[in-house]
Structure formats: structure tokens, C-alpha cells
């Protein structure tokens, strides 16, 4: 879009005359002389209308690509500025090949502009409107700009009537006049209104977005004449067929008819109906078929057949009829496909929605199509209701809660007659009977959101209604894990053909897993209808499996999760997180003490590493309150680590020293050597950071549980550990005046770290050292180290890994005097910080004595600094990495 255009007075308001012009065939002509040619035609053709604007006083509104919107005082004014437009055009040398043609429109009306400064109101639609409905150098004209203009019109010009017409989106027919202008044209095809014979419904409110899948539903149309809109209830799937069937009305001259099947039980009534629709008598008692496929031989006619799921024995019927003639298509809506040859599906998906963590400006919110539904029909009960700074959060929730499926937003919108969104909100966890009192003059199952879903449930067989509520129990779930939950209360084989059952009928959703695997899962709102199935013994056998399949799999993870398959596993856990959650409350409410406890052990490193730091901590301090978690002393032990090291990453130094001292005990108590030395080891680091002593006192006190461990793992003869103690001892001494002790240690712990091939601390000794070359100046080294960190913790994912050595890079990148970079790095730092609850880089920065938020408040990075911020984790790794490897390139003398 061009910019908008000073223009010489401000925009009219009151009763004001709209012009409307494109180029007719333009996207035709772009692909036929490529944009090199296109460009300066489309300019020329811009200079002729702003010449013609000019001229009469128009006032040029918005441009956007070869369309023009335009105002003017007085109608005489519109219609002359038109005719001079007409004239010049045609009088312009086009090239041969690229006769530009231009279709006008006007109208007048009341105009009126919103705070934003653009014209809104009914006028404005008919006025475009009336413009799309001409033809290339047609100039139409609505009666009542027609009868304010008759008697001033310009010389040359006169006004033919071309009769009463009904305009798209608009119930009231417009008679409409063509300018007749001297020396042009004056004949031009039939208008491209809706003079096509048509049964649509007259939809009582507006359509609101959706026009990428309109285009690409009127495209598959064109392409193929046999399209399924499929989707589960609520999807809008009828709203979409009616707009789209509505757009097509210029394509399909013998009609569009729309045929709704959904009280149709009964497949040989589906041809008599399609028949009653388009009003074919009954005649000689001949086959509705029959007579169908005759009348719709030589005609160009789209057929609208919705909700045909209960009937899809009946899709030969489709087929005959869409078979009968080159010009008939049919559009179907239906929770599953017809499985016809040549048919082609077309999923519906959810309105776009905001991410409630990350919400956009207000002003932004309604450009979602899920918040401009909930405002709209919110409206509909209380005229005043407005999103707010108060209520955007909670509206944002309610969409992303409802999956985007317009019917249950609808539902949810009603209510804001006796609630406020956040009063909705809070009554979410039953939302199905949250979700009622729909339209009374809409179908019983489009009344509540449980009869939308109910409406698919009730077409399932008993072994996929088994199937559909078993997999109530998964938040996403793997074929593996699927049969190996629901599969023992299912006949042998089952799963696979299920699955594909549901999913054809649009309860279950199938995408792309890990490695490729196929992966189901199904919306919120139906998940929730399924695990109302789900009950009793039978429920609560598959909940029991469910836990016992994740709790497998995060000690499988746990096992390897430090190793060189380190980023496969950990994606693996993020993409099962939302089960494991469900195991582990599972684990939680039945009181399984030993199994939520192993589990939280199992996830402590993928919670730390991903930055659910607050999460773990607290889910796995519930685990060892439990009633008789006690009673199991290695489980605890592990948890006790998992919580002291969560804790230790907060830099909540107290807590983890608590944790890790009780584990201290429990290990001495069973006599268990490794475990002892698993304690000093991590009650190093909690020495560190605890409270109440003077750093130097800490770091003496760490400094003992480091030897200890040390003395013991070198008794076990275990040369991986006797690393770790040895960069335990490294840490220990990050203090001026000792870095080169701490450098001396790490060394040696790197060293063994490379024997051995642990990649994860080989990235921890690197860092350590990078560290000690930036305090002693050697910016090359620094560079060097802090590459070989970020790209180990990069490669993996490791959040809480890499903001810390993103940290150092913005302290090496102000060093070194790129500020700019510094800014931006330390602005990512502190949100991704905020973002997975890290706290190490506020010691960190205190030890090596760098300070951030003098970047953040001074005027000449500051900018830098909130841009940073907006970046995303793996912008803001790609932007370290590119930074180092740039010093790397231009060699140690670069600044």
C-alpha cells in the first residue's frame, strides 16, 4: 500500500459522494509483463487519476495497489472528476498488450469518520461495492448520486439506467445508471451483481475475517468442483460455505443454492432435498437423480450441501450430480470427507488468536479475528463493551481457551450481558455449561457448544467412542503411547483404524511430531466433552496407565538427557510436558508419594534447562510434603537434589543449601559413598550463593564440600565426577586475586570433561574460562571460549544455559566498544531471564562486576537495549553467535 496522501483540506464529513476505481484484470496483466513492466503503467495510470482528482476537488483518501478511494463535497464534482479520468485513459498510448482499463464506482451517502481517521458506514460499503459490480472504462452510478448530479453534468455526459440491482453483503437492491461519455465506450457486459438465482441465507450478523480461507476455498472450487469443508462443531463451517458461496455468485450465472441436510437422516432423502431447493418438480414419478443430472447438465451452478455427515453413504449422489456437466460444483460441509474420487478437503481451521502471555497493544487486539468476533457479538447484548487495559487479558484467554472456534467464542460473548469477561473467565472450568443459551432460530446442536460436539459423538460407533474417550487422558499424544494406553480395553487392532475414524470425522486432529511421527490430539473444548465419558473403574484404569507410560518415559529421558542426544530428548519432553504434568498431578492427587517424587527427579534437568524453573521448584516441593514421602529414602534423595538444584538456579542459594543438606544426611545414613559425594558436590555451589556469611566465608565453606567430594569420587576411582569436583573447586575460587587458581582447576576439569566427551560440562568449562580470560583482558580467548559454550547450550536448547553466556558476551561486546551489540544482547538477557525465571545472572554480574542497566538508561543505547528485548531466544542466540564469529573473521586487532 502507498502512503496516504496529504490531502489539501481535511477529509468531509455529513453527506459527501464516495468514488471507488481499480484496474480491471490487473493481477493478469502483472503476471503477463512481470513487475518490471507493470510498475510504471500502474504509475501513469495513478498520475491520471490524481490529475482528474485535482481537477475536481476530490480529495484522495487511501491508494492501494492499482485501487483508488476518493471523496468529494459535491456529487456534479464526483461525476466530472470520473468522466476526465475516463477520457484520459483512453486517450493514454498503452502498449499494445497492456490496455489499461479502470471500473468506477459512486455513490452518496453519509460519511463519517472514525479515530483513526477513516470513513465508515453503509455508504462507503455500497459505494465499493457498486464499483466492483462494473466492468474496465464502466462508470456506475447510484440513483441518489445520479439525481443530485442530473442536472449539472459536464459536457459530453449523459446517464443511461441499467435498472435495480442487488449489490453483495447488502439486503437493499440499488438502481444503478451508467455514464455515457462522448467518444468511449458505452457497451459493456451484464454487471456483476447478484442477479443470479440463489437461495443463500440472509446472515443477521456480520462475517467478519477469514478472507485467506475464502480465497482458497474459491480457488480449490475453480480448481476441482468437488470441495469438503471439514471441521469439528463450532468450527464455522456453514458461515464460511454461505460467504464463500455468496463471492462465487458471479462465477456460477445459473445459480448458487444452498441445501441444508442437517435434519436429513435418512440417505435417499438427500436427492429429493437437493431437489426441493432448487425447486424441480416432481414429475412423471422419474428418479430425483435423474432429474437433478438433467437440469444441471448445461448450467453453471454451485451446490451448497451442508452438514452431510450423517448421510456420506449418500455421496454417490454428490458424485452423480457434480458429474453432470463441466459447469457444476459442489461445496460440502461435514465433520468427515465423502471419500470420493476427485474430492478434495479442506480442514477449517480456528480464528486466528493472541498469545495470552504475549499480548499485542490494544489497539492491535481486534486485527485477531477471534477478538473481533467476541467484540462484535458482545456488542450484540451490551452496546457499550469495549475491550480495555483492564479486560484485554482475560478476553484474550477466553479465545485462546476456546481454541479459536467461533461458535464457542459466540457463546461466550452472549454472556457479557450478566458477566464481565473476567468474571467469564473464572467460571472456565466447567465451560461447556458455561457455554449455552445460544440463538433459540438455530439448530438444537448449534445452541450450546456440548450439542455441537455431542451432535459428532452420537455418529460414532461403540469401539471409536471407546477410543474417543480414552483419549480424553492425553494433552497430545504419540501412536506408541495411545496404544499403549488405550489399548488394552480396545478389540486387538483397533487403535490404528480408530484413530483414522476419528480424525476423519474432525473430533481428533492428526499433525507432524518429533522425527515425523504422527502425532493426535484434540481441541480443549471436546477434549473436555470426551473425559466426561471417561468414568468410573474403566476411567480410572486408563488414568492410572496414562501416568505409568509418562513416568516410564521421563526415567528413560532422565537416563540419557546429559548426554549427546541431549536436544532430541529434551524436545521430546517439552513436546510431552502437558502429560507429564497430567502424570504428575495424577501422582499428586492419588498420593503416590515415590512415584511423584522419581518423576520430579526424572524432570528437574528439563526444567531447568527450559526455563520452568518456578514450575519444577514448586511442583517438586509438593512431591516431598506428600503424606509418607518419607517413607522412601532414594526417592527422596533424588528429589531433594531435583529442588536444591532448581532452587541453586534461582540463585535462591538458602533453600538449595537446605535441600541439599538433608540429602547429605540421608546419604550418610544409608552409607550410600556416591550419594554423600553427590551432596558436597552440589552443596558447593549453594555455599556460594547462601546468605549470612561474607563471600569469602562462603567461598571457604564451598571450597571444603568441593575437597570432600573430590577425596571421595578419587577413593571410587570415578574420574567423570572427580571433573565435576574439580570445576566445583574452580568456582570456588571466582574472586579477584584468585582467577588464575580457578583457571588452574578448570583446566584440569576441562581436560577430563574432553576424555570422557561430556559435551555439557565441556560447554560449563569453557564458560568458566572465558570468564577468567574477560577479567584478565584477553578478549581473544574470551571470544574464543564463550563460542564453544554458546553453540553446546545452543545446540540443546539450554535456556538457563545459554542467557548466561549471552550475558558475558554483552560484557565482552562493551569491552570492546561495540555498545550497540552490548545493548541489544543485555535487553535479551533481561527477558529471557524474565522468561524462564533464571536468577544466576545477577550474581554472576556482581562477581565479575558488570552492570547492565547503565545500557538500559542511557539515552544512547536505550533504544538498542528495548529492542533486544523483543527479540526472540533464538534471535538472540543468532545474533551472539554472528557477533563472535564476525571478531572471529576480522582477526585479534579487531575493537
Not at 424441480?280 to 451448497?304: A, M, N, Q, S
Not at 518415559?553 to 537416563?559: D, E, I, K, M, N
Request: hydrophobic share 45%; aromatic share 6%.
Amino acid at each position: 500500500m502507498t502512503d496516504r496522501p496529504s490531502p489539501p483540506r481535511r477529509p468531509p464529513t455529513g453527506t459527501i459522494t464516495f468514488l471507488f476505481t481499480d484496474i480491471e484484470g490487473s493481477t493478469r496483466l502483472v503476471q503477463a509483463l512481470g513487475s518490471g513492466s507493470w510498475s510504471p503503467l500502474l504509475e501513469r495510470h495513478r498520475e491520471i487519476i490524481r490529475a482528474a482528482l485535482a481537477a475536481h476537488d476530490g480529495i484522495e483518501i487511501q491508494t492501494e495497489g492499482d485501487a483508488f478511494f476518493a471523496v468529494f463535497d459535491r456529487a456534479p464534482h464526483a461525476i466530472a472528476a470520473a468522466a476526465e479520468a475516463q477520457r484520459a485513459l483512453v486517450a493514454e498510448p498503452w502498449p499494445g498488450s497492456a490496455q489499461i482499463r479502470v471500473r468506477m464506482g459512486l455513490h452518496t451517502g453519509e460519511g463519517a469518520l472514525d479515530a483513526d481517521g477513516s470513513y465508515v458506514g453503509s455508504a462507503v460499503h455500497r459505494a465499493a461495492r457498486i464499483a466492483s459490480s462494473g466492468h474496465g472504462g464502466q462508470v456506475l452510478v447510484s440513483a441518489t448520486t445520479a439525481a443530485l448530479a442530473s442536472d449539472a453534468l459536464p459536457s459530453g455526459v449523459t446517464m443511461t439506467d441499467l435498472g435495480e440491482h442487488r449489490l453483495k453483503d447488502l439486503d437493499r437492491p440499488e438502481v444503478l445508471r451508467q455514464l455515457v461519455v462522448d467518444g468511449l465506450p458505452a457497451s459493456f457486459p451484464p454487471l456483476r451483481t447478484l442477479d443470479v438465482p440463489t437461495n443463500l441465507p440472509t446472515q443477521l450478523t456480520t462475517f467478519l475475517g477469514r478472507e485467506t480461507e475464502i480465497a482458497e476455498v474459491l480457488r480449490l472450487i475453480d480448481d476441482g468442483r468437488l470441495l469438503t469443508l471439514t471441521g469439528p462443531g463450532g468450527t464455522g463451517k456453514t458461515r464460511l460455505a454461505i460467504e464463500a458461496g455468496r463471492r462465487a455468485l458471479d462465477r456460477f450465472p445459473d445459480g448458487v443454492w444452498f441445501v441444508a441436510l442437517g435434519a436429513t437422516a435418512e440417505p435417499e432423502l438427500v436427492a429429493p432435498t437437493i431437489a426441493q431447493a432448487l425447486g424441480l418438480p416432481d414429475r412423471g414419478g422419474r428418479e430425483p437423480v435423474e432429474r437433478l443430472t438433467e437440469h444441471l447438465r448445461d448450467r453453471r451452478t454451485l451446490l451448497i450441501l451442508d452438514n452431510f455427515e450423517q448421510v456420506t453413504v449418500a455421496g454417490d449422489v454428490v458424485r452423480a450430480l457434480v458429474g453432470a456437466g463441466d459447469g457444476v460444483a459442489a461445496l460440502v460441509t461435514s465433520r468427515s470427507t465423502l471419500h470420493l474420487y476427485g474430492e478434495q478437503e479442506y480442514p477449517v481451521p480456528p480464528l486466528g488468536i493472541p498469545d495470552p502471555a504475549h499480548l499485542p497493544a490494544l489497539a492491535a487486539l481486534s486485527h485477531y479475528e477471534a477478538i473481533a468476533l467476541f467484540i462484535e457479538r458482545a456488542r450484540a447484548v451490551r452496546p457499550g463493551f469495549a475491550v480495555t487495559n483492564e479486560n484485554a487479558p482475560a478476553v484474550a484467554e477466553i479465545c485462546y481457551r476456546l481454541d479459536g472456534l467461533p461458535l464457542a467464542i459466540e457463546l461466550a460473548a452472549a454472556r457479557i450481558k450478566l458477566l464481565t469477561p473476567q468474571a467469564i473467565l473464572a467460571r472456565f472450568d466447567d465451560r461447556l455449561s458455561l457455554l449455552a443459551g445460544g440463538a433459540r432460530d438455530l439448530p438444537l446442536r448449534q445452541q450450546t457448544l456440548r450439542g455441537a460436539i455431542a451432535w459428532s459423538h452420537d455418529l460414532l460407533d461403540g469401539p471409536d467412542r471407546a477410543l474417543f474417550a480414552c483419549l480424553s487422558v492425553f494433552v497430545g499424544a504419540s501412536l506408541d503411547a495411545v496404544e499403549a494406553v488405550c489399548g488394552p480395553d480396545l478389540p486387538p487392532g483397533s487403535i490404528f483404524d480408530g484413530l483414522s475414524s476419528l480424525v476423519d470425522k474432525s473430533l481428533v486432529r492428526q499433525a507432524e511430531g518429533l522425527d515425523g511421527e504422527p502425532r493426535f490430539s484434540m481441541l480443549g473444548t471436546i477434549r473436555e466433552f470426551a473425559a466426561e465419558q471417561l468414568a468410573g473403574e474403566a476411567g480410572a484404569q486408563v488414568r492410572e496407565r496414562h501416568a505409568e507410560y509418562f513416568v516410564a518415559l521421563a526415567a528413560r529421558c532422565s537416563a540419557s538427557v546429559m548426554g549427546a542426544d541431549k536436544r532430541r530428548l529434551l524436545d521430546l519432553l517439552e513436546q510431552e510436558h502437558d502429560n507429564l504434568r497430567a502424570a504428575l498431578n495424577w501422582a499428586v492427587d492419588t498420593g503416590r508419594a515415590e512415584m511423584a517424587m522419581r518423576m520430579c527427579a526424572d524432570l528437574w534437568r528439563f526444567w531447568q534447562m527450559r526455563g520452568y524453573l518456578a514450575e519444577g521448584r514448586e511442583r517438586t516441593e509438593r512431591a516431598l510434603a506428600m503424606a509418607h514421602a518419607v517413607d522412601h529414602p532414594e526417592a527422596r534423595i533424588a528429589a531433594l537434589e531435583a529442588a536444591g538444584g532448581l532452587a541453586y538456579w534461582q540463585s535462591d542459594g538458602d533453600a538449595a543449601e537446605r535441600f541439599y543438606t538433608e540429602t547429605l544426611e540421608l546419604a550418610r545414613a544409608a552409607g550410600d559413598q556416591a550419594a554423600e559425594a553427590n551432596a558436597y558436590y552440589n552443596l558447593t555451589f549453594a555455599a556460594v550463593y547462601s546468605t549470612g556469611r561474607s563471600p569469602g566465608e562462603g567461598s571457604a565453606r564451598a571450597r571444603r564440600y568441593a575437597e570432600n567430594a573430590l577425596a571421595i569420587y578419587r577413593s571410587l576411582g570415578d574420574r567423570h565426577s572427580e571433573a565435576r569436583a574439580l570445576w566445583a573447586i574452580s568456582n570456588t575460587y571466582w574472586s579477584p586475586g584468585t582467577f588464575k587458581e580457578a583457571a588452574g582447576y578448570a583446566r584440569q576439569a576441562l581436560a577430563i570433561f574432553r576424555e570422557v566427551g561430556d559435551e555439557f560440562m565441556i560447554g560449563w568449562g569453557r564458560y568458566t574460562l572465558a570468564l577468567v580470560a574477560l577479567q584478565d583482558g584477553d578478549t581473544g580467548d574470551a571470544a574464543s571460549g564463550l563460542a564453544e559454550s554458546l553453540a553446546i547450550f545452543a545446540a540443546a536448547h539450554d535456556v538457563s544455559g545459554y542467557v548466561l553466556v549471552i550475558e558475558a558476551i554483552s560484557s565482552l561486546a562493551a569491552k570492546v566498544g561495540d555498545a550497540d551489540t552490548a545493548a541489544r544482547l543485555a535487553g535479551a538477557v533481561a527477558e529471557l531471564e524474565r522468561r524462564s525465571g533464571t536468577g544466576l545472572n545477577a550474581p554472576n554480574r556482581d562477581m565479575f562486576g558488570w552492570d547492565p542497566t547503565r545500557l538500559r538508561d542511557d539515552p544512547a543505547t536505550a533504544s538498542a537495549f528495548a529492542a533486544g528485548m523483543l527479540l526472540s531466544p533464538e534471535e538472540a542466540v543468532e545474533l551472539a553467535s554472528r557477533w563472535l564469529a564476525d571478531r572471529a573473521a576480522a582477526g585479534p586487532s579487531s575493537p
